[in-house]
């Protein structure tokens, strides 16, 4: 397993933007791949974006294609979350999580976790 840690949660304004970021400890995170998900109040986690260990591959969830893109840097052990176009509705905690295979959008394949970050966008 890997330690995630995410950053650059925050407020925005509808339309704006947002980073996020998700740095990881263990010499093994280039051999994962990574995705973010996201948890409003009340509703289930739910997948965001997925990028393969290489980053060749990426994935989006229909709701942000288009407007968010995954990224990830394994010299830095880092994985990146751009947001533009931001709505209400993108308001949740965003959670970066790691996974042995690429291409699964389910939280049970994902065995390793951050502690999410913020994401609030104002109208």
């Known amino acids: 397993q890997v330690q995630l840690v995410e950053s650059g949660g925050g407020t925005a304004q509808a339309g704006g933007s947002l980073s996020l970021s998700c740095a990881a400890s263990?010499?093994?995170?280039?051999?994962?791949?990574t995705g973010w998900f996201r948890q409003a109040p009340g509703k289930e986690r739910e997948f965001v974006a997925g990028?393969?260990?290489?980053?060749?591959?990426?994935d989006y969830a229909n709701s942000v294609k288009g407007r968010f893109t995954i990224s990830r840097d394994n010299a830095k052990n880092t994985v990146y979350l751009k947001m533009n176009s931001l709505k209400p509705e993108d308001t949740a905690v965003y959670y970066c999580?790691?996974?042995?295979?690429?291409?699964?959008?389910?939280?049970?394949?994902?065995?390793?976790w951050g502690q999410g970050t913020q994401v609030t966008v104002s109208s």
């Open positions: 263990g010499r093994t995170f280039s051999s994962y791949a």
């Open positions: 990028i393969s260990w290489g980053g060749s591959r990426t």
């Open positions: 999580a790691a996974a042995r295979l690429y291409g699964s959008k389910a939280t049970t394949d994902f065995d390793s």
